[in-house]
């Protein structure tokens, strides 16, 4: 069985090494990793964007599942990109899996970066008057309620870990989950009745 | 047709309003345009993220298409949100549709908001380290390329609107080929052989 490895993790410094270290983790639960391409295409090619999109969409259509890396990236939120592959995953109705290394709620996220004010009907509303969501949630609603309806709730740590990018325990529990939900159903047990009997 | 209003638009203080001046565009164009419930549900419910969440895939379902705002919302991406109901539709294969109100690129917004240095190979990276894509485009790779081969290229002005968050302009550009793209094909003419001839 084969799961897409959706994350932010290809714009690391490292992130060809990242790519095998889940791929590894994957082999070991006895599923196929695939990594998208965007580091193994010639970026100095015109067409090198569209060459990188082809590949990514060809390698979900042959996923059975997508683990992603939903960790909030340059802002309040996960990765677009990751979050494209996430929402076209759960449109083909794939196994969705996904994990976050940031245990704060998107409005506590939001409120850090910028002020946050109530106004007289208890929203939240930020700095240019936009609603801020208050439902609680690791991310916009759509996200965690679209791995809610087709996976499973997203994995977080319970303390922040140390090396946010690097701490693939998260997504070491997503892979197990991915391996129980593909695994394929046990074989019936001969029936008894069926067994041959020697005759006398 | 029915087509799907996806946007951070149902954020704005004047949400509502933005949704009906959406849908008498779309019925200007013999589409019906279903807009995000976010705003017709009691926030004050356990349960109403679930709920918005599902009366927002129930009406991508029964859609035929989308027509993303995709103008860059908390951040240089485009709203996480509406990125997954862009993927989700692309991955059932319907129409994909998107446009920006912001006429710059990815790169340069992600230049405005942080320090960013060109490295040895050529690659831009960010203060984190992180790879910063720089292919040109509006947005990252798997949402503008999404469009491209799900729809259409996404739409976006040549002049900066005065008012990004109201500016329909763009989104009626969407709806105008959304219209054309889905129009049943025209019924075929008589053919002249077939043509009753009186007899005299």
Redesign the interface.
């Known amino acids: 069985m084969k799961v897409y490895l959706a994350g932010?993790d290809?714009?690391?410094?490292d992130?060809v090494e990242v790519g095998q270290r889940k791929a590894a983790i994957c082999a070991r639960h006895g599923l196929t990793g695939l990594y998208p391409l965007d580091n193994a295409v010639d970026?100095?090619a015109n067409d090198?964007?569209?060459v990188?999109?082809?590949a990514?969409?060809a390698m979900m259509i042959a996923s059975d599942a997508i683990v992603a890396n939903l960790t909030p990236?340059?802002?309040?939120?996960?990765?677009?990109?990751t979050?494209?592959?996430?929402?076209?995953?759960?449109?083909?109705g794939k196994l969705c899996l996904g994990y976050s290394n940031n245990i704060w709620s998107y409005t506590e996220r939001?409120r850090r970066?910028e002020p946050v004010k109530a106004v007289n009907d208890?929203?939240l509303?930020?700095a240019e008057?936009?609603?801020?969501?208050d439902?609680g949630?690791a991310?916009?609603?759509?996200?965690?309620?679209?791995l809610?309806?087709h996976g499973c709730q997203l994995i977080a740590p319970r303390l922040p870990p140390l090396d946010p990018w690097h701490d693939l325990t998260a997504f070491e529990a997503c892979v197990r989950l991915a391996a129980e939900r593909l695994a394929p159903p046990p074989k019936p047990k001969p029936r008894p009745a069926m067994r041959a009997v020697r005759r006398r």
Chains 1, 2 share one sequence.
Do not use: K, Q, T
């Open positions: 932010p290809v714009f690391l410094p992130a970026l100095a090198a964007s569209r990188i999109y082809a990514n969409e990236f340059r802002g309040a939120s996960a990765d677009a990109g979050v494209f592959e996430l929402g076209f995953m759960a449109g083909r939001v970066r208890g929203r509303i930020d008057g936009f609603w801020v969501e439902f949630l991310d916009n609603l759509m996200i965690v309620h679209g809610d309806v």
